[in-house]
DNA sequence: AGGTGTGAACACTTTCACAGCA
DNA sequence: TGCTGTGAAAGTGTTCACACCT
């Protein structure tokens, strides 16, 4: 792996440090915010206004990026390509990810539809599904596989992250067989817990529950 | 030692009270669980087995349930559909929810034929789209509206949630006439900021960033 | 004995406030 | 002067440990 000399202390830190969930979060909204302004021809940012852009504070967003380097210029703020720059080399998006889709139902085929994985680097290049019937049959440049063959695909394809979107009841077999696999990142939509070996990272979507957080909200602020 | 009020003024204090995002969550699994495990015929679970099926810790699932009220029996656990009927009432659930769903394009879509919302009681009484293509068009029960009648139709449908799946571009201008047709929850899929009265509750469901932080978790322990 | 409910200790995250540099 | 980088303070969330009840 090449190292840079003038940040080589710092990227070492960074394994050692525990980088907190949120702060990981924010990182990647202001990568966001970095591309959207680099292409209006804005070339200076400051913590405030990426803070602002962003809704968090000032204070954050140096904070935040002090876990990793000293990225701004006193007096000026940050220079938006550079520090673009920096965040995807942090985020790991120097590079493009092999991701598998297991579960070709609704939630499925809506992800592959939507295609704004590949636009960030998440390539998928597998999708598998239980369903005899859907075996077989082309999504875009992939050919739907049988999930029983579901390891010997992931290896195959060398596949970094699976996108799980099965049925809660097929959760524990499947599972098993991604981190079998040699899978360890999985983007997880089906509502349980996925136990996994402390070598595999799992987020969790769960659009259900964000309702039912709104749902909880609403009945609060309603009631008084 | 000071004397505690006795139970009865809890409900009260609820909303007073200031319940974290993650509580909340967490509770939303909870019931989930309880669900699940009432219909398998298991009348009492423990904090214990709840914090098992949850990914959490008993202590935590105890805090929890203990901010809203005393549903537990000492030495036996929680009762199942007691404790599952109280969490619907916490999070608002003993009710059903009208949804507009805000954006037809892919997520939109995906999201409609996805059907799981239904399920829990989110309904979807309403599809608006700017697509004059679109407009018109049957989804279900339900026939697609122009965005420009937004107001119009949300107050109509006496809309509660709105789920906005529209491109970033587009949303400061639709998301003002989102609250100014009386909406007072959003489930944001657009990665952007929103900036919304403080009677306004939203939720961001932010896949892509998701994935972006499977790619920094992954970039980290490859490293090594 | 067994498991809840809860104050107190602890850990983590955010905000403050200011030194230091362009 | 303007804005970053960062220790210290404040605030929030989680875990511990045990009294208490069935």
């Known amino acids: 792996m090449p190292e840079r000399a003038f940040t080589a202390g710092l990227r070492l830190d960074r394994v050692r440090l525990n980088i907190s969930e949120s702060t990981v979060r924010r990182l990647s909204f202001y990568l966001r915010i970095l591309e959207k302004t680099g292409d209006a021809g804005v070339d200076t940012l400051s913590s405030e206004e990426l803070a602002e852009r962003t809704g968090t504070t000032a204070a954050q967003v140096r904070k935040d990026l002090s876990l990793f380097g000293s990225f701004g210029k006193r007096g000026l703020g940050y220079a938006v390509p550079q520090l673009a720059s920096e965040l995807r080399e942090i985020l790991g998006l120097d590079r493009t990810w ?14 592959f539809e939507y295609g704004g994985f590949r636009h960030r680097g998440f390539e998928i290049v597998a999708v598998l599904d239980a369903d005899p019937a859907k075996v077989g049959t ?7 596989s049988d999930i029983s063959n579901l390891e010997a695909v992931l290896r195959a394809e060398s596949v970094d992250i699976v ?22 990142g999985i983007l997880n939509f089906a509502p349980v817990q996925l136990r996994v070996p402390s070598d595999v990272t799992v987020k969790d979507v769960h659009m259900v529950m964000e309702l039912e957080a709104l749902s909880f909200a609403l009945s609060q602020t309603g009631g008084e």
Do not use: Y
């Not at 979107?165 to 499947?174: K, M, N, Q």
């Open 138 to 144: 082309i999504w875009g440049d992939v050919v739907l």
């Open 163 to 184: 996108v799980l979107t099965i049925p809660a009841e097929a959760v524990p077999d499947v599972l098993d067989r991604v981190v079998a696999g040699g899978v360890r």
């Open 98 to 111: 092999r991701v598998a889709l297991v579960g070709g139902g609704r939630i499925g085929s809506a992800l």
